[in-house]
């Protein structure tokens, strides 16, 4: 069964920073892009930050652009993102996700999510 | 960037019946646009991608048409299961960008 469970949430100070991970099980965690989208309590679905099988092109929404960095360590199977410089409009469940793909090309919707977990900011 | 906008917000139906959603994007975008169910406290699952493309397990009843601008997910005879909110994605280019959503309620 293919498996993303998310870790690292917690609350933080505004300014602050946390990392968030991604343990990925029963998929060839290398074939795939991943993503983290977001959700602030009550509201819609934001993506956040792509990054390719082997980490060598990445995207990012503009607003975490200079301050989120996502990253991934393969021997691990394992997904990053590194929050800095946090905002109360960070708050939010923050879904690992897996990029569908399909005959060797890789899209941009998301076919298998973690459960997400959850960043408060607030002092 | 191209906005991606969901209507109705809300919808209030009766199991059995046919139910549409549609999403209107700011600009012509291309076929590369899926559709998510998402139900409380849970994490969105896929349905649709490439606009019509029914993921695999999802039931036949749901079902997506669309091209330009305008994009619409139906579902043909609505079930008790189906309520939660349903979100369209484009994923043609960066950023990718969600609707909305529409909150989808059984009478």
């Known amino acids: 069964e293919v498996q993303l469970v998310e870790s690292g949430g917690g609350l933080v100070q505004p300014g602050g920073s946390l990392r968030l991970s991604c343990a990925a099980s029963g998929l060839t965690f290398t074939a795939y892009w991943m993503a983290w989208v977001r959700q602030a309590p009550g509201m819609g679905l934001e993506w956040v930050a792509n990054?390719?099988?082997?980490?060598?092109?990445?995207h990012y929404v503009d607003s975490v652009k200079g301050r989120f960095t996502i990253s991934r360590d393969n021997a691990k199977n394992s997904l990053y993102l590194q929050m800095h410089s946090l905002r109360a409009e960070d708050t939010a469940i923050y879904y690992c996700a897996r990029l569908y793909c399909s005959g060797g090309t890789c899209y941009g919707a998301f076919d298998v999510w973690g459960q997400g977990t959850m960043v408060t900011v607030s002092s | 960037d191209i906005q991606m906008t969901q209507s109705p917000s809300t919808l209030s139906a009766s199991v059995g019946d046919r139910v549409a959603i549609t999403c209107r994007a700011s600009k012509t975008i291309n076929i590369l646009l899926a559709w998510y169910q998402q139900k409380p406290g849970k994490a969105p699952k896929l349905l649709i991608y490439?606009?019509?493309t029914l993921q695999s397990g999802v039931p036949s009843r749901f079902s997506g048409t669309g091209s330009g601008t305008e994009f619409t997910l139906t579902i043909s005879s609505l079930q008790p299961d189906d309520f939660g909110t349903y979100y369209c994605?484009?994923?043609?280019?960066?950023?990718?960008?969600f609707g909305g959503g529409t909150t989808v309620e059984i009478k």
């Open positions: 994605q484009r994923y043609d280019t960066y950023p990718l960008i």
């Open positions: 490439k606009t019509s």
């Open positions: 990054i390719k099988q082997d980490g060598s092109v990445i």
